[in-house]
């Protein structure tokens, strides 16, 4: 279309303008008409060539997050390899990023754009549709990345060609006490059996939406991500699955992941995982695995064992210690190892905290949606839809 407006202009400068002048003059026109004409012909073709040749689009959706968009533009100037674009989307902020973005502007191919809050999975398409790359690297903002992280995803792809892929997360000397706790409690082997910690033993490996690439062809043949407010990265993992796609864990393309800042925070976000779960579960029964519930059973174990302290104390005061042991037992397993990991006494007494609200707010959650979705026949919800970003 742009070739064909050019085109055009010259044809009806000829006509009007150069048609009565004389030959001569006629000729230096014509010439410097085709000059231009092929200087703006190539400017374009090169444009378009580094964007059919581009090898990653990374997608940032943001919400009120403008210094976390800050720290994660800056890791990506650092990064080894330089064939990118990225793709921000602003998502009906209120503290918007574009100063942070136009701050970038000279050290990255940025594209920066805005839009109403519809959630990330939505601002993810959103993005998606308006990238170039061969593939698309979605991200959240809250993420930080090592100097070699797009160079350990170019690795693994030239090792062994995949259509979707993910990689684990870490914790950064930097981040806080609780953060550091958090992170801690979701990648533990003690705590979630180290599905999210980045292990290469696991059968399948389900990329989660905070460090995920898929090929962009593939993207856009499966729609994207679907309009579930929770739980949307498993949702296009299953969907990447049942089409034969070729997925796979990606272990040295991690990233450092922030998290929540705190613990009721946190408490939200695994609360509304929980819920998910069983949502997914809806749409497929074939998702929910042993190890989901596994949650659920610890949360009805410590309340009952809590409430078993409370009868002894009534019946026989000196046995009521008993039903704490193992809660005390594990506790004591949490500190000591998160001690050791994170070389501080102080986080490992954190993570038992950030251990509990880990296991018990995703427990609670399953509990809930199970009894609203499965015995009550009620339709798929979040509690706490209003707070997604917070």
């Not at 000059?35 to 090898?55: D, H, I, P």
């Not at 190890?291 to 610890?298: A, I, N, S, Y």
């Amino acid at each position: 279309m742009r070739y064909r407006q050019i085109l055009v202009l010259k044809l009806c400068a000829i006509k009007t303008f150069l048609i009565p002048l004389p030959i001569d003059k006629t000729l230096v026109y014509l010439l410097t008409w085709q000059l231009a004409y092929e200087q703006l012909v190539n400017s374009s073709t090169r444009q378009l060539v580094n964007y059919k040749e581009m090898k990653y689009s990374i997608i940032i959706p943001v919400y009120n997050r403008p210094d976390e968009v800050d720290e994660l533009l800056e890791s990506l100037t650092h990064q080894s390899e330089t064939d990118f674009e990225v793709v921000v989307v602003e998502d009906g902020s209120a503290v918007p990023c574009q100063e942070v973005c136009e701050k970038y502007a000279q050290q990255l191919n940025i594209q920066y754009f805005t839009k109403p809050n519809s959630g990330p999975g939505q601002t993810r398409n959103y993005g998606v549709e308006r990238a170039h790359g061969d593939y698309v690297l979605i991200l959240d903002s809250d993420v930080v990345l090592p100097e070699g992280y797009l160079a350990a995803v170019s690795a693994e792809l030239q090792r062994e060609p995949a259509d979707a892929f993910g990689g684990p997360d870490s914790s950064h000397p930097s981040f806080t006490d609780t953060q550091k706790a958090i992170s801690y409690s979701m990648t533990s082997f003690f705590t979630t059996g180290g599905i999210r910690g980045g292990k290469k033993k696991l059968d399948k490996f389900y990329p989660r939406s905070f460090n995920m690439g898929v090929r962009r062809d593939r993207y856009m043949e499966l729609g994207g991500f679907s309009k579930m407010r929770f739980g949307e990265d498993i949702d296009f993992s299953i969907r990447i699955f049942k089409a034969g796609l070729r997925c796979r864990l990606f272990p040295e393309a991690w990233v450092w992941h922030k998290r929540r800042t705190d613990l009721r925070k946190f408490f939200r976000q695994v609360y509304n995982s929980g819920i998910a779960r069983i949502n997914l579960y809806k749409k497929y029964p074939e998702s929910l695995k042993l190890v989901h519930m596994l949650p659920m059973v610890f949360t009805v174990g410590v309340l009952s064992m809590l409430a078993l302290c409370i009868v002894l104390l009534a019946l026989c005061p000196t046995l009521a210690w008993l039903p704490l042991v193992p809660l005390a037992l594990y506790s004591l397993l949490i500190c000591i190892d998160s001690a050791r990991l994170n070389r501080s006494l102080k986080i490992g007494v954190q993570s038992i905290a950030a251990a509990y609200v880990q296991l018990m707010g995703y427990g609670f959650g399953f509990i809930e949606a199970w009894w609203k979705r499965c015995v009550r026949g009620k339709s798929e919800f979040a509690a706490f839809e209003k707070t997604f970003y917070k």
